[in-house]
């Protein structure tokens, strides 16, 4: 098992309607295990249901434990126990083994949220978990828990619990670090292959590794992304008690329960908490091989993970505003670890854990409500709350039935379809508000978080409880003769229609009017999840369409546009017709089409009625393509005015006839060898033609070197000559301009329009009225060695003094 990290942390939200949820009739409640730091302990019942019904808590062995009356206005908190052996907590003597008569199940004839909440009797941890109801049960499920560090005070572990629902379920553990060491009998027990144990209904067993100040001997995150299986389904918590990222004396309590395979997808959105980068990070955990992770919408993947790998996001992939979108090529598994706070020692202590959800359309639009949102048994937390909602659905949240605003939306970068809010400091440790509700117009994720000095939890509330599910059912009305109209029907907010794999349309439209033969998909989804909450059908139209022959000719030459088209005349439908070489993105009611280039063509004829063919697609080839070169036969290396210059040409296949740009003076214009004297720098061009007149080019430059001397030293006010630069030819000729720049490249000479071999006008050696300084200098000259035509020499020159 390996680990790919990066960083990023956040609090889960998302929207739409679906089929996950932590509303449900009936929860359960594996055990889990607290190497230290355990305390009051407290199962939460609360309800959207206005009108009261009671709900019992039974223990693993059916054994009833308490009978809670609940409605909307009337949730209920049982106090578990606060030692280390309680319903939710096994001791250390009974870990690796069956035990009966732990975990709690609750269930009553409507539909409710159970949470569990505790804090260490120190009150410097705290932790909560939102049991998930009829979606926790599964087979298949990868583990997950705080990122840790290795341990030297004997305090952190990592634990999975697990509860079965039927008998003879076989139960196996495996894909963890083969180094990892097992607790068992108080000892700890180092690993052996995979772990199994047979459990009946209602039994539970737990795993737990203690972690060390030794990470190989006791690899601290060896449990992350192993692969916990079972023979029917079953109930999964895991996290660590207690844990963090950092080798320092911050510790908290990380735990949730987590769903099986079958509920995890391929998106998730998800916000930031209030933590710093220490321990803000999502945790995405792959379950196939080969499986992909893009952010925010990002065109290159991340990383990409085999089964059982973990990528750690980093905080930074998280948006200014707070948010990120995940997507992944098969379905992955995401925790998310979240900070209470960001200041001193405590921004590596306040670590939460929570399970996140995929992006749903199927889940409820509301929350109803969750009870003493910032308390855990008497102890009072500051907080806040994160909300994912489609983007024009309405939020309201409530305390106590008053409203609260939660600010402007924040748009998700890569996913612009939802929207998230962030309301971080909605609950202080003054108030103690008895119920929070939020309710939208489309489905609503809602997570929150708390803290109380190093004591903090992070919880979610919606994803998992499915209250809608696409259904789509296609049918054709008419009578096969062409137009026909298709019908969908079923559970859907929107269609997307196909006709084979082109999209024709999407929206609220539930009919279509089929105008050509061929196989139609429609596709229904709920709000705005297209990509993940969706059920399509598929229809094949059978009838008579306009039909036709059509003839081709390919461009002349190659790269040419002189292609023609041409539609005969259709049998079948009524004219007049018009015609598309496009696929039907244009009509036009001439047959011909030309000036065409190669490539691919759909072509279509259209009747009078809108009805028309099944594209027709045709590809237009070309001639291969033709090509010359040009190359030198004699090219001296300083090639003087008037010079001889000799050039071939190499056809790639036989030609008959040549064109020379300037044009050949040697009586043989067709030939491919090419002589001339030129004067000054010029391209020679040569243009080849072969027997279908198809022309192919090529260029060659040719640089003549002027006959002008240039001294490349001058020793100013010498009395020997040489004491100004200038240029020099055998006739004075004009020196259109000329220029010298100093070594840092200012300009300390310039004259316009005089001539070669005047040495009056050139440089003197002097600049601003003082010596130039000893050194190298560059100069710049335009120099017209034929009327009209000029050339650029550069170069450098020395003074000396």
Known sequence: MKSARLIFPALLLASAHTLLGQLDTIHWLPPMHAREDWGPQFLYLSTPETDAFDVEIRDGAGNLVKTATISNTQPYRYDIGQTTNTYTLVPQNQLQQVVKGKGLVMSGPKKFFAYYRVHASSGFHAGDLTCKGRAALGTTFRIGHLVQEVDDMGRRSNFVGVMASEDSTLVTLSDFDPTLDWQIAGA???????????????????????????????????????????????????????????????????????????????????????????????????????????????ANPAVTLQAGDYYVVPTNAYTLDGNMYIRSSEPVFVYEMIGGTSQNDDAMRTAGLIF?????????????????????????????????????????????????????????????????????????????????????????????????????????????????????????????????????????????????????????????????????????YLGVCRRTDFAADTIEAVFSSPAFQYSLEEPSCYGFFDGQIVFGTPTGGLPPYQFSIDDGQTFFPQNTFDDLAAGKYKLVARDVTGCYNRPLTTNMGQPDSFSVELVPRLLPKSLKPGGQVELEALPGRPIVATEWTPA?????????????HPETSTWVVVTVFDEEGCPAVDSFYISVVPNVFVPNVIRPASAEGNDRFTLFTREQIPIRRLIIFDRWGDLVFERRDIFTNDTSVGWDGFFKGKQALPGVYAFVAEVEILPGQTTVLRGDVTVLR
């Open 356 to 524: 996140v959800p995929p992006i749903s359309c199927g889940i409820p639009n509301a929350v109803d409500n969750i009870f003493q949102p910032n308390r855990v048994g008497n102890m009072k937390f500051e907080g806040g709350l994160m909300i994912v909602a489609m983007k024009d659905s309405t939020v309201t949240v409530k305390i106590d039935g008053t409203f609260v605003p939660l600010g402007p939306p924040a748009p998700v970068q890569g996913y612009p379809e939802f929207v998230t809010y962030r309301r971080l400091d909605l609950f202080s440790e003054n108030s103690t508000p008895n119920v929070l509700s939020v309710v939208a117009e489309g489905a609503v994720q809602v997570a929150m978080f708390g803290r109380n000095q190093p004591a903090s939890f992070a919880a979610f509330y919606s994803g998992f409880s499915k209250t809608a599910k696409a259904e789509l059912q296609l049918s054709m009305v008419g009578d096969g003769v062409c137009p026909d109209t298709l019908v969908a029907d079923g559970v859907f907010d929107g269609v997307q229609w196909m006709l084979e794999d082109s999209v024709l349309q999407f929206g609220p439209d539930t009919f279509l009017i089929a105008y050509t033969p061929g196989r139609y998909i429609a596709t229904g």
């Open 188 to 298: 700890s027990t180092p690993s052996n292959g995979p772990v199994s144990v047979l459990l009946q209904k209602g039994e539970s067993v737990v795993f737990s590794e203690y972690l060390t100040a030794n990470n190989s001997v006791q690899p601290p995150n060896g449990l992350m992304g192993a692969l916990l299986s079972a023979t029917k389904p079953v109930a999964v918590n895991c996290g660590s008690w207690v844990g963090a990222p950092v080798q320092f004396m911050a510790h908290d309590i990380g735990i949730d329960q987590i769903a099986p395979f079958e509920q995890v997808g391929k998106e998730y959105i998800l916000c930031r908490g209030n933590g710093s980068s220490i321990l803000e990070h999502p945790i995405v955990i792959a379950h196939l091989n080969n499986t992909q992770i893009w952010l925010n919408g990002n």
């Open 664 to 676: 050949d003076s040697s009586g043989c214009a067709n030939c491919l060898t090419y002589i001339f």
